[in-house]
Structure formats: structure tokens, C-alpha cells
């Protein structure tokens, strides 16, 4: 059974980077078909998906936040990361990590619990 | 990308039947069979409960079925119990790996 999860810091300021790491966990971050993401949840709001990394290394992002987002992944500590650049108190939420399952699948299967990331000065 | 549209809240008694209705457009739910659904309870991670329009995962009760007309996906709990109060999302596939989730809903067994 595959377990994500996440961690990194729980407070940012503004203007700065948000940065999480997901570990991975009963599974190789490098398995064929599978992609790597994250997916935020605004406080008493919807879900939102900020963007992946797949098992080729290629890299998809909302078009809405992809000019301050990357997603990076380390095979050799199985982990991916989020990095959210010049952040605002409207990036305040849980932030999950999730996986996208295999080839042709289009759908998130494993979630990681979520961390609180809020930012204030 | 706009947000995926679901009634905000709905309601039944145990033993009913509801249906949660998410409505997209012609360049997500209703260019794909990729609709999946999603069950939150309070303080806990997303799970999958439904993909690609109308498949259940292992482990997922028969109660919970899926269907798609047009740019309207739609959930339906049947047999409705108390554990089944949450908030559900559903999510579309946008093209070009993208994705867009609706507002969720949130269910009350009476």
C-alpha cells in the first residue's frame, strides 16, 4: 500500500517561497505510468490542482499558478517537492500530495494526510 | 480553467437516494470520461470513490455509482447511511494534463 507524506515549513511570510516535500512511501517514486502531485485546499473552499511530475521527469502545472510553481522530484530519497514562489495570504491552505495513478489513468488514488501552510507576517 | 459546478449542499434520510450533479464544459467533462469523485470527511485527505465517469476502486461500496450526459457528471449514493456524511468533489481531466476540481458539496444524512 502506497503512503505519501507531506512536510516543510507551516508558516511562510509573504513574498517568499512556500516549500513541501512529499516522501513516498510501499512504492518506487520512479514506477512507470505514475505521476506525482500536488493539490491545495483553500480554507473552507474547493479543491484546487497545482500541477505534477511523472515517472519521465516531465513536469505539468495549472496554467493559473504555473509562472511560481515547481515540482521537483529526488529518486534517490523517494520524494517529490513543491516550490510556490511570491506567495500571499490567498495561498494559505492544506496542501495535499497526492498520486496520479498509472499510464492512461487520470485520476489521484493516494493522498497524503495534508499540512496547514499559512502565510502571514 | 474555471472550477467545476456543484450544488453546494444536499441532503437525505438513511436508505435514500441523492445525486450530486457537477457541471463543466465541452473542453473538460464533456470532452473526457475522465470524471472522478472524491469523498472528504472533516479533517481528513480526499478519497477516490469514483473514476473515469462511472468505475468503482476495490474496496468501494456498490452504493456509490457514476454517470456523464453532455457537461454534467453526476454522483449517485444509494442506500444512504450515516457514514456517508461528507463533502464530495468531483474532478475533470482539462486536456493537456490539467485539471480542474468542482467546489464540492456537501452531503447531511437527516
Known amino acids: 500500500q502506497v503512503q505519501l507524506q507531506e512536510s516543510g515549513p507551516t508558516l511562510v511570510k509573504p513574498s517568499q517561497t512556500l516549500s513541501l516535500t512529499c516522501t513516498v512511501s510501499?512504492?518506487?517514486?520512479?514506477?512507470?505510468?505514475?505521476?506525482w502531485s500536488w493539490i491545495r485546499q483553500l480554507p473552507g473552499k474547493g479543491l484546487e490542482w497545482i500541477g505534477y511530475?511523472?515517472?519521465?521527469?516531465?513536469?505539468y502545472y495549472n496554467p493559473s499558478l504555473k509562472s511560481r510553481v515547481t515540482i521537483s522530484v529526488d529518486t534517490s530519497r523517494n520524494q517529490f517537492s513543491l516550490k510556490l514562489s511570491s506567495v500571499t495570504a490567498a495561498d494559505t491552505a492544506v496542501y495535499y500530495c497526492?498520486?496520479?495513478?498509472?499510464?492512461?489513468?487520470?485520476?489521484?488514488?493516494?493522498w497524503g494526510q495534508g499540512t496547514l501552510v499559512t502565510v502571514s507576517s | 480553467q474555471s472550477a467545476l459546478t456543484q450544488p453546494a449542499s444536499v441532503s437525505g434520510s438513511p436508505g435514500q437516494s441523492i445525486t450530486i450533479s457537477c457541471t463543466g464544459t465541452?473542453?473538460?467533462?464533456?470532452?473526457?470520461?475522465?470524471v472522478s469523485w472524491y469523498q472528504q470527511h472533516p479533517g481528513k485527505a480526499p478519497t477516490l470513490m469514483i473514476y473515469?465517469?462511472?468505475k468503482r476502486p476495490s474496496g468501494v461500496s456498490n452504493r456509490f455509482s457514476g454517470s456523464k450526459s453532455g457537461n454534467t457528471a453526476s454522483l449517485t449514493i444509494s442506500g444512504l447511511q450515516a457514514e456517508d456524511e461528507a463533502d464530495y468533489y468531483c474532478?475533470?481531466?482539462?486536456?493537456?494534463?490539467?485539471?480542474?476540481f468542482g467546489g464540492g458539496t456537501k452531503l447531511t444524512v437527516l
Open positions: 511530475i511523472c515517472y519521465s521527469g516531465s513536469t
Open positions: 497526492a498520486r496520479r495513478d498509472g499510464y492512461n489513468s487520470y485520476y489521484f488514488d493516494f
Open positions: 510501499g512504492g518506487s517514486i520512479s514506477s512507470s505510468g505514475y505521476c
Open positions: 473515469e465517469v462511472n
Open positions: 474532478c475533470a481531466y482539462a486536456a493537456s494534463d490539467t485539471y480542474v
Open positions: 465541452s473542453s473538460d467533462v464533456g470532452n473526457y470520461n475522465l
